[in-house]
Structures are given as structure tokens and as C-alpha cells.
T-cell receptor, first 113, second 111 residues
Framework: KAGVTQTPRYLIKTRGQQVTLSCSPI?????VSWYQQTPGQGLQFLFE???????NKGNFPGRFSGRQFSNSRSEMNVSTLELGDSALYLC????????????FGPGTRLTVL | QKEVEQNSGPLSVPEGAIASLNCTYS??????FFWYRQYSGKSPELIMS????GDKEDGRFTAQLNKASQYVSLLIRDSQPSDSATYLC???????????FGKGTKLSVKP
């Protein structure tokens, strides 16, 4: 079975721009969750999608949004980028949700200049 | 108080020793607890999950949960250099809530 894939792997943007990251889950997995990882704050939960609906949300501003498509693929969007948004963004998929094992993708390294 | 706390380390143990990693959490309604391992430059991968009080063993790994003390630990027996990584404790608030990660403990196993 193919693992979780994320595109792009690296991204450089400037302040004020917006960015869209993509995640393809493991086949059969219906839950996709997103995380931000930084050296200072560690791994932080952004949100979880299940059956095209956002089911859980972490404590991030509204500039961070996402969606899930009928094939379970998910996208995450960050608008009005700030320098502090520079981070590794990880996507994870699981069979049914956060109570199951999360399988992480390789991440997208976002640098905001 | 942080929601999930871990000693950042580094924790250094000799090869063959027992490594003990600890985690405390603040939300009493938390039901599910996970240990993830993250090698440098790689993504986290699940080591153990535990849902009820007591011990759960899987090979060289034992997870221990004490909900009354809001404490979860991971023991690694016969530590190997390949166990050198950062270990992340994760706590699920409620039955389906936010998945909160600790900042991780960096483990170094010396040959």
C-alpha cells in the first residue's frame, strides 16, 4: 500500500501571500489531519477532516483552513502568510479518526520570507 | 500548565539499558494516549497506544498509564542505538477531540 503523500515537499513564499498544500491519504483511510511542527512549539494539531467535514479543530487563527474531497484527499490553505508560519506541515491519515493510529506523510517545508 | 508535558532531554542511556520516558497531561477527560517516535528529519511513527490504566507491552516497549495521576510513560528495554530518536507523547482529549502532542524527549542510546 502506498503511504501518505504530500505535495509540494518544499515551498518558499513571501509575507502576505497565500499557499495551498495537498495531502493524499492511504487508500481506505477516511480521516485526514494536519499538523504544524516548529522547533519552538513542537507538533501542533491544526484540524481533522472526515467524510469531507471538518470534525475537529486546533487553536489556530482563521487564516488556516482546509477541505477534504470525496476521494479523501485533503488540502490545507494558509492566507496572508506571516513569518511565523514558516514550519513543517505534516498531514496524517487514519482509518476512522484521531483515536486510531495516525500515519504521517513526509511533510511540506514552508518558508515565509 | 502545558496540556502535555515531557522532559525535553536529552536522555542518554547505554546500550542494553532500560530507557524510561515520562509524560504528564492536564485534561482529566483524556481517554487515549499514544507514543510516537520521530527520527531526525523524518515523520513521526506510532510506537504504542494505550487506553486503560495499567501496563501494555509490545516487544521491548511497555506503555504505562495512570489516569488518577494523569501520567503516562514508555519503557524501552534492551535499548539499542537504533532507538535514538525523539519520542512524542500524544493525548486525545475526549473521545474525538484535539490530539495534543508534547514537545518530545530526545533519547540517545550510546553503544
Amino acid at each position: 500500500k502506498a503511504g501518505v503523500t504530500q505535495t509540494p515537499r518544499y515551498l518558499i513564499k513571501t509575507r502576505g501571500q497565500q499557499v495551498t498544500l495537498s495531502c493524499s491519504p492511504i487508500s481506505g483511510h477516511r480521516s485526514v489531519s494536519w499538523y504544524q511542527q516548529t522547533p519552538g512549539q513542537g507538533l501542533q494539531f491544526l484540524f481533522e477532516y472526515f467524510s469531507e467535514t471538518q470534525r475537529n479543530k486546533g487553536n489556530f487563527p482563521g487564516r488556516f483552513s482546509g477541505r477534504q474531497f470525496s476521494n479523501s484527499r485533503s488540502e490545507m490553505n494558509v492566507s496572508t502568510l506571516e513569518l511565523g508560519d514558516s514550519a513543517l506541515y505534516l498531514c496524517a491519515s487514519s482509518l476512522e479518526g484521531l483515536n486510531n493510529e495516525q500515519f504521517f506523510g513526509p511533510g511540506t517545508r514552508l518558508t515565509v520570507l | 500548565q502545558k496540556e502535555v508535558e515531557q522532559n525535553s532531554g536529552p536522555l542518554s542511556v547505554p546500550e542494553g539499558a532500560i530507557a524510561s520516558l515520562n509524560c504528564t497531561y492536564s485534561d482529566r477527560v483524556s481517554q487515549s494516549f499514544f507514543w510516537y517516535r520521530q527520527y531526525s528529519g523524518k515523520s513521526p511513527e506510532l510506537i504504542m497506544s494505550i487506553y486503560s490504566n495499567g501496563d501494555k507491552e509490545d516487544g521491548r516497549f511497555t506503555a504505562q498509564l495512570n489516569k488518577a495521576s494523569q501520567y503516562v510513560s514508555l519503557l524501552i528495554r534492551d535499548s539499542q542505538p537504533s532507538d535514538s530518536a525523539t519520542y512524542l507523547c500524544a493525548v486525545l482529549r475526549g473521545s474525538q477531540g484535539n490530539l495534543i502532542f508534547g514537545k518530545g524527549t530526545k533519547l540517545s542510546v550510546k553503544p
